[in-house]
């Protein structure tokens, strides 16, 4: 059963849910004991391993396999929030189910009787928020703008990534692209083609819309709807002013030793006069396109 119902995409409520049908094997002991341990898990380790974290808990024939994933651009405390709350929602809405998907705002919660890992899963859904109808040239220019997005998606470092569109007098449309990190950077690309080729003309017609899936998902609006990160335009961008985006401070993975090198060697030439730094957020600095 798959549920996906009306959500606003600036705030974290619950956009989806899918359970597979009840099973009273659900409430033996041995399965409530992994998969308490399971969510516990998840829950604890990925706002410490950049929103995302697998698990697998019993053995042989009692082994559950699950993962969290959280937005590219949340924070690691909204990343943790987030996590509990599709925690919750799983043990409320399919308390007798073995095959789990909860989809919130800002995260993915997936968990199974049997292993998924690392299989892409074509099945998606798509909300539109009822937004209204956007001009026919800025469809055509925002549909050549995802496709630009999801190309470039897989090659990032957590196959993840956003841009702002500049369509002129009709404002900006943002977009971000995002794969599971189970799954191959091949395996992403194909995902987030299938996604947007599945779009169909009535919904890619809108102003707005977000695509959720097990494998990958998207999101396009004509606000910036990621409000954890910092976004400029191009008209702001000069040579003189240089963003810089410190990741949160459990990023291990960040070598600070290599940013205050670059940023002495910047203050010496006098390359900028002056700069804007990002210090919540772990993503990277969003794209720009103009397109005329």
Same mark, same amino acid.
């Given at each position: 059963m798959l549920l996906f119902g009306h959500c606003h995409a600036d705030t974290n409520v619950s956009a989806g849910t899918e359970c597979s049908e009840a099973d009273n094997s659900t409430l033996e002991n041995s399965f409530q004991t992994n998969l308490n341990n399971l969510l516990d898990s998840l829950s604890s380790n990925v706002p410490l391993n950049n929103g995302f974290y697998r698990a697998?808990?019993? %053995?042989?024939?009692? %082994? /559950? !396999?699950?993962l969290v994933q959280c937005r590219g651009d949340v924070s690691a405390r909204d990343c943790a929030n987030c996590t509990k709350e599709s925690v919750a929602v799983a043990l409320h809405q399919c308390s007798k189910s073995k095959q789990v998907g909860v989809w919130f705002t800002w995260c993915f919660l997936r968990y199974s009787d049997e292993n998924f890992f690392g299989v892409v899963e074509p099945s998606f859904a798509a909300i539109d928020y009822g937004a209204d109808f956007d001009d026919p040239v800025v469809?055509? %220019? #925002?549909?050549?703008?995802?496709? @630009?997005?999801?190309?470039?998606a897989p090659k990032q470092r957590l196959m993840f990534q956003m841009a702002v569109l500049d369509v002129g007098e009709s404002?900006?449309?943002? #977009?971000?692209?995002?794969?599971?990190?189970?799954i191959s950077r091949t395996d992403c690309s194909k995902c987030l083609d299938a996604q947007l080729g599945g779009l169909g003309s009535t919904l890619?017609?809108?102003?707005?819309?977000? /695509? !959720? @899936? %097990?494998?990958?998902?998207?999101?396009?609006?004509?606000y910036q709807f !990621? *409000?954890? /990160?910092?976004? *400029?335009?191009?008209s702001e961008v000069t040579q003189s002013t240089i963003l810089l985006f410190i990741p949160a401070v459990d990023d291990h993975e960040y070598d600070i030793h290599h940013f205050f090198t670059n940023l002495i060697r910047f203050l010496l030439l006098g390359a900028f006069d002056h700069m804007v730094v990002d210090l919540k957020s772990g993503a990277a600095e969003p794209k720009t396109v103009k397109i005329r």
């Open positions: 697998t808990m019993g %053995k042989s024939s009692h %082994k /559950i !396999y699950g469809v055509s %220019k #925002g549909l050549a703008f995802m496709g @630009g997005l999801i190309s470039g404002g900006n449309r943002y #977009g971000m692209a995002q794969c599971t990190r189970d890619s017609n809108k102003r707005g819309w977000e /695509i !959720y @899936g %097990k494998s990958c998902s998207m999101w396009y609006h004509d !990621y *409000t954890n /990160i910092s976004t *400029t335009t191009a």
